[in-house]
């Protein structure tokens, strides 16, 4: 059948080549909701809950619509390693996307994740870094290459405390932590 529902292709993010400050630079954060482009989406996503042709079981049964709803990333370093993210599952368009994409643009996300990766003290009710990513980065990882000292600091930081939370519950699995009452714990609430 023939598609009257536009086709996602993924597109390179517009922030670099923007004018406007980033909104991170400015000392208030522009919030995703006082923007015209989330007014857009909600105006899209009622279209969805009130077209019945925007049902995600038709959605699904047009073929192009599916296949243009998927973005590949293949690695650099060894192009056989990719990541397929497959959004034709989700109950958007290939307008929903661009739509996406825009109130990401406006709001600076790629600004904000790339300055977030780089250790920029973005967390303004901290005053630090945010590197969630460090917590999942492996023993021997040269994290200092992008943050000096300080990265390989944080790191051996992070890992000291994941090695003692991988004691601590080895020692309850094997019994040799006990309770209180000097038996081995065996309901683990979390």
């Given at each position: 059948?023939?598609?009257?529902?536009?086709?996602?292709?993924?597109?390179?993010?517009?922030s670099s080549s923007r004018s406007s400050p980033s909104p991170s630079s400015s000392s208030s954060t522009m919030k995703c909701y006082e923007v015209p482009q989330f007014t857009a989406l909600q105006a899209a996503a009622s279209s969805f809950r009130t077209d019945d042709k925007l049902h995600?079981?038709?959605l699904c049964s047009d073929s192009s619509r599916c296949n243009g709803l998927v973005a590949t990333h293949k690695c650099k370093s060894d192009t056989s390693r990719k990541i397929i993210l497959d959004y034709s599952r989700q109950q958007v368009t290939g307008d929903t996307m661009e739509l996406l994409f825009d109130l990401a643009d406006k709001v600076g996300l790629t600004d904000r994740r790339n300055?977030?990766?780089?250790g920029a003290g973005i967390n303004v009710t901290e005053k630090r870094m945010v590197l969630h990513h460090a917590?999942?980065?492996?023993k021997g990882?040269?994290?200092?290459?992008?943050?000096?000292?300080?990265g390989r600091r944080l790191l051996s930081e992070v890992h000291a405390v994941r090695d003692?939370?991988?004691?601590?519950?080895?020692k309850v699995r094997?019994?040799?932590h006990r309770g209180?009452?000097?038996?081995?714990l065996k309901n683990v609430l979390a």
């Open positions: 059948p023939v598609s009257s529902t536009p086709t996602f292709v993924p597109r390179p993010s517009r995600l079981r038709i300055e977030m990766r780089c917590l999942r980065m492996p990882y040269d994290f200092g290459t992008f943050h000096g000292s300080e003692a939370i991988e004691s601590f519950v080895t094997t019994g040799e209180a009452t000097n038996r081995p």
